[in-house]
């Protein structure tokens, strides 16, 4: 939902970022308003995941350089726990299991800690465990779910169902899908996708990164950026998505040399 | 090793302060006349004397284990100080208000409080300090059920035949060196008897503390559960912080009469060294119970945190028919702290039955070893046996290993043993932070996760007093 008047909510700026001395990002720029979904798309090893990553706090990636402003603070100075409670939420590729630690545990214990940055109450467990009921519902995922270990021994469409679960109990301002129709069938994804259609709101923001144009036939972007060596080369409507998936990359650094601005 | 999973530094040890207090000391190092003066000093029996001379000349003729997967520089047995009393105290204590103010303060200081008014309802405390056992509370209490608790020097005097029956029948002075050395030193630890069908009617718990600079610890444990009683035993240690090394040397030893059930749970917070591996206890342990009647039961809970290097696999021989042993057990290592622990469940008895639960966390540049026997004789029919030995490792440089050592003479025994090692990943606590968990809550609750079958076994007021010393011990080791 795109409104002239509405809020930034993320602001980057030539943003960089290396990995075991090789450098992805290469000058991201992007900003994005309350109330918007974008969608980052591009080919394997274009920095897309990175880019998430780098949001979120990973701490893998050295010599970040640049600008990410969110709600006003200096995003690159935040621990990623602090990242979290300010209203950044990644929902991973590959979540990962946690064994012996029990899922209701788990997001009683996330859902509380963004609580008590907010200066709201924390929930007891008896309140908690109203609540994520009602948050299965989102998702359409079976309570048992809720004892078991986190992830542990879950496919991978319940593991991403688990994801979008924890994105409605923390009701993020950014959240950051990473390539969560990856390894999904079509009906898991229809669900995926319905969870994350239900939790946009108008002063909330959504960024999928993505491969495939596929998942945008569920969750409707207002924008989709195109990376392509750590930068986005460029930025277009669901239209572009389209236009990827019949014509390939190629076609969209083809567009770049011509226009003379690609990468030296 | 990735970025993040930083060198592993240790919460500050809270307990390694030095009580200042003058004590009754004797010279170093170890002789005949040495073994005669500790007994002299303690005006022991003549049958005391001599079982601790037979010891002595029994040690004298053994040498140090080298099996153990630990290393260290060679002790000098000679350099330790066998026995050092607070002074003022030439016998068991009337009251609590002839003790020395210093030492009630440091027992308060380590929260363990001894006055009447503060102490910990329904648990009674025999506490040790350097080598002397300084107050039992809850005694009268006790008594009136026909429970003795109190030292073990104290039951040489009230009760030698008790000490003289039982003592060295589970453990005998020649079993292993350290043990022999015990014999024929210890200077004190806790008795316990608990007469027919009694079910003691509290928790019983004996705190040891070590203050003393050049002082080897060598407490002795007897407890004895007559026909068709049952007692619950907890036993805490802590030490100050020295640069130097000191040996602790205890053996403990548990009798079960038919129908008769022991749970000895420990808490062990010796000072562990610091993050370079200077100082620290050496905690060379032997425990073992002895299932002596038919259905009678010993279970052993230790949850093991400090100490440089611990050698100790507190173990069961299940001799009556029907007994049952078990095993559980926490065993976290940090820094350069080395371990090498686990149990003996020895099947003699028809249809024993043993369970043995082990849960190793390993850290820093630490090394964890759990070593266990299970040993079915040619008339333990029916014997089972079940084990499971769990190993979580945290960064890269810490080590785990498991040497289970499996013995079946009988083809009706139904021996199972399982084993997992799994890894506290730098990848799993960013997914934790990125929920808005720190780092340390994330490490508590995976530890907690991982050890919940063991501290479900510990006494209750001592469960969670674990999961926080396991929490604290790890904090600040991933940043």
Known sequence: ?264 | MTTTVKTFVNQPYKYGFVTDIESDTIPRGLTEDVVRLISAKKNEPEFMLEFRLKAYRQWLKMTEPTWPNVTYPAINYQEIIYYSAPKKKEQKLGSLDEVDPAILETFEKLGIPLSEQKRLSNVAVDAIFDSVSIATTFKEKLAEAGVIFCSISEALQEHPELVQKYLGSVVPVGDNYYAALNSAVFSDGSFVYIPKGTKCPMELSTYFRINTGDTGQFERTLIVAESGSSVSYLEGCTAPMFDTNQLHAAVVELVALDNAEIKYSTVQNWYAGDENGKGGIYNFVTKRGLCAGVNSKISWTQVETGSAITWKYPGCILAGDNSVGEFYSVALTNNRQQADTGTKMVHVGKNTRSTIISKGISAGHSNNSYRGLVKIGPKADGARNYSQCDSMLIGSDAGANTFPYIQVQNDTARVEHEASTSKIGEDQLFYLSQRGISSEDAISMMISGFCKEVFSQLPMEFAVEADRLLSLKLEGSVG
């Not at chain 1, 029990?102 to 465990?129: C, I, M, P, T, W």
């Not at chain 1, 169902?161 to 950014?174: H, S, V």
């Not at chain 1, 036939?217 to 392509?228: A, C, G, L, Q, S």
């Open chain 1, 1 to 264: 939902m795109i409104k002239a008047d509405s809020q930034v909510i993320l602001s980057v700026r030539g943003l960089t970022a290396t990995v075991e001395g090789t450098q992805i990002l290469k000058g991201v720029n992007l900003e994005v308003k309350a109330g918007e979904i974008h969608a980052i798309m591009g080919p394997n090893g274009s920095g897309k995941s990175t880019f998430a990553k780098v949001l979120a706090g990973h701490p893998d990636y050295t010599n970040i350089q640049g600008e990410v402003v969110f709600q006003g603070q200096n995003l690159l100075e935040l621990e990623p726990e602090e990242r979290a409670k300010a209203g950044v939420f990644m929902a991973f590729q590959y979540p990962l299991e946690i064994p012996g630690v029990s899922n209701l545990d788990f997001l009683r214990v996330a859902y509380n800690s963004r609580r008590k940055h907010q200066g709201l109450e924390e929930l007891d467990a008896f309140d908690f465990d109203d609540l994520v009921h009602e948050k299965l519902a989102v998702v359409k995922m079976d309570p048992r779910f809720l004892d078991r270990s986190v992830n542990e021994g879950f496919s991978g469409g319940e593991k991403k169902r688990n994801e979008i679960l924890q994105m409605a109990l923390l009701e993020p301002t950014l959240a950051i899908l990473d390539e969560t129709d990856s390894g999904l069938d079509i009906d898991a994804l229809k669900i995926v996708a319905n969870g994350v259609n239900q939790l946009a709101k108008p002063e909330n923001t959504t960024l999928l990164i993505t491969h495939y144009q596929r998942l945008l036939n569920y969750i409707v972007p207002d924008f989709v950026h195109v990376m392509e060596s750590g930068r986005i080369l460029t930025t277009g409507t669901k239209e572009l998505a389209l236009e990827l998936e019949s014509r390939g990359y190629e076609w969209v650094r083809g567009e770049e040399e011509t226009a003379g601005v690609g990468a030296a």
